[in-house]
């Protein structure tokens, strides 16, 4: 019974956070907006540059671009979660749940959960725009589909950990200032917007081995059939590391704050 009575109060989180969408849909709006500058400035401004040394079919920036431009987005996503649980914090709203006789587990599963719909909508906005300016899969239906899935699944893990930082600096601001403490070098130092062996060789050691590069190689092989080295499945492995060390360690953050 408790563990039934978890996933329903999970539940009745996740539809608590999702229906904040639906009477603000301007939040999902903008979350879209800045992926969306980023993707047509970062085509047209760099590809002219770098699109012939992108190594992709064709030789299109876009095709290259984008793979990066969607693990940004759903980094950018999972700092939501931290900045959310932050917020909720700070009016109390989280106190008021712990009054309740509900599971201690829901309060960020239910973050987590809903912040996951959130990136896949914002994915598929993405991915919509790429169409438009000229993207393609090359790799058929199935792989398309796992590459929606490795990316989202990354971003499920980052809210995790990012759970974790909003639930350790306990205000919605610092939260913000403390992800993007690793989010930019994590992004700009990978290969989401230019081949790594562009970069001097001592930063190719970390780009080539941090988990951004390895869900952007990972998405561009399911996508455009390039060769990775195994990304996909390194990829999911940092997945799997991210949840073994961030989910245990929120839900004690948490349960200690209760």
């Known amino acids: 019974m408790s563990l039934r009575w978890g996933i329903i109060d ?20 903008f979350s879209s907006i800045q992926p969306i500058m980023f ?3 970062f085509n047209f401004v760099f590809g002219g540059a770098i699109g012939g040394a992108t190594g992709v079919p064709g030789g299109k920036y876009i095709d290259f671009l984008l793979p990066g431009i969607l693990a940004q987005t759903i980094m950018f996503g999972g700092v939501q979660t931290g900045i959310g649980l932050a917020e909720d914090m700070g009016k109390g709203i989280v106190d008021r749940f712990r009054s309740l006789p509900m599971s201690r587990l829901a309060v960020i599963a239910g973050r987590t959960a809903s912040d996951a719909v959130r990136n896949l909508s914002v994915v598929a906005i993405m991915l ?25 699944s990354f971003g ?3 809210s995790w950990a ?3 930082v909003g639930m350790s600096v306990g205000d ?19 290969a989401a917007f230019v081949p790594v062996q562009t970069m001097p060789s001592w930063l190719q050691v970390f780009a080539r081995n941090q988990p951004v590069t390895q869900v952007v190689n990972g998405a561009r092989q399911l996508a ?5 080295g195994g990304a996909p499945w390194k990829s999911l492995l940092w997945t799997v590391i991210l949840l ?13 704050m209760a």
């Open 128 to 152: 919509t725009v790429g169409a438009l300016l000229g993207f393609r899969f090359h790799n058929g239906l199935l792989d398309a589909i796992g590459m929606i899935a490795l990316v989202v």
């Open 224 to 228: 455009l059939g390039v060769p990775s």
């Open 162 to 164: 990012f759970a974790y």
């Open 10 to 29: 999970t539940w009745t989180i996740t539809k608590r956070n999702l229906n904040r969408y639906i009477r603000l849909p301007r939040l999902l709006v």
């Open 244 to 256: 073994a060390i961030f989910v245990p360690l929120s839900i004690r953050k948490y349960k200690k």
């Open 39 to 41: 993707l047509v400035l």
């Open 172 to 190: 919605a601001e610092t939260a913000q200032l403390a992800s993007f403490f690793f989010i930019f070098p994590l992004v700009f130092a990978s």
């Open 156 to 158: 499920y893990a980052l």
